[in-house]
């Protein structure tokens, strides 16, 4: 009875003022985001907070949760726990001092990934939300002082259950030890509880094929689409880069598009440094031409590509839900890896493999590699030679065709 009494409730602002009304579940025991129970029927309301409702005798506390869906059902799940421990001790006649002080391990990845927000690192902190997630449901601990080793073994095993990559186990025990370090646990402490991060074979940068794109760009129907994964293509932003790009960064006299700080958002350039990126007259004139068509609806905007399609001026931190959404809809799935078969979202549709393609294509059509560092922001020439692939150039097929093998 005890979990009963306390409950987790959204107050939503709807057209006849703020309301609360009980948060909509999932069939997996998840809470669906921006969505409420009115009565028998569910309703998404964007505009509110989650709260959780309990009660001190007859007197019913709300108390508002910082976060979202994730945060507030591990908040209730920590209050469900506590209400059940102190009936049961209740029952037993012995009294209960709730510990304030320590720290919950949901509470502190929730502010981790609002430590990477706070720094503009909107990518960062999508990356570490998902891995950390994969952490949290993998281990059956409540607090941060009750991890041990054990916990790294069991999240790798769940991982590796999930058919995720060598490469991927890697990253996300990277991300684990991060959270480690934010969570103030020393140098020594992190690596008995982390262990090394495990290898991986390295492989080739991977990058969109020809056919591939062909179909992806004949399946984007809004203007905004079409114009946001061409920039990336033909510039080789990264992800924060082209949220926080705007007109003032793009010369019309010089053709080219400028990287740099945008303080305004907390975004800060890369190794800080500035860089010019040339473009083609054919993506200037569509990007002049986009420019005039939304000055007549929002000519206060000064973000190329803000959120909800632009329609905020506020820098859009879902390109990368957008981009898998998109390449499922237009059928691009590879139907093979472990987020086609669980999440039917394809993890072979990254942001990353379009700036990827743009220093390939700049390589295999004879750029050097100074220039091409320069250009792809790059601190040091040995990562651009990453994307070499001597073996699938035209010269060399020519040579080896040429060959009397025997």
Known sequence: MANKAVTLHRRVKTPDGWKRYPAAMSPNGRVKPNTVKVGDIEVSYPVGSYELRSFEGKKTVWKRIEGGPSEALAALKLAQQRSAAVAQAKEAGVQV?????????????????????????????????????EFTNAVTKTYLDELDHSDTVKFHASMRRSGRSART??????????????????????????????????????????????????????????????????????????????????????????????????????????????????????????????????????????????????????????????ARDAGLNCGECATCRNQKVCERWFLHKFRASFITKLLRNGMDLRTVMKLSGHSDIESVMRYLRPAEGKEVQDRVNAIAWR
């Open 169 to 326: 186990i890697s990253n996300r025990h990277g991300h684990y030890r991060a959270f480690l370090k934010f969570a103030k646990f020393t140098a020594e402490e992190i690596k008995d509880l982390a262990g090394q991060k495990p290898r991986y074979e390295k492989t080739l940068p991977e990058v969109y094929e020809p056919d591939q794109l062909t179909k992806f760009f004949a399946s984007l129907t809004e203007e905004y689409d079409q114009l946001l994964f061409d920039v990336l293509l033909q510039t080789g932003l990264r992800e924060q880069e082209a949220s926080h790009v705007e007109w003032i960064d793009i010369s019309v006299a010089h053709s080219t598009l400028m990287v740099r700080s945008k303080p305004r958002w907390s975004f800060a350039v890369k190794d800080a440094e500035e860089r010019e990126i040339p473009i083609s007259k054919q993506l200037l004139d569509r990007l002049t031409h986009y420019r005039q068509s939304r000055q007549a609806t929002h000519p206060k905007h000064t973000l190329i590509f803000g959120r909800k399609n632009g329609a905020d001026n506020i820098p859009d931190g879902h390109l990368l839900r957008k981009l898998k959404f998109l």
């Open 97 to 133: 001092v709730i510990d304030q002080t320590r720290r919950t391990i949901r509470s502190e990845v929730s502010e981790f990934v609002q430590a990477a927000k706070d720094r503009g690192s909107l990518e960062a902190a999508e990356l570490y939300g998902r891995s950390m997630e």
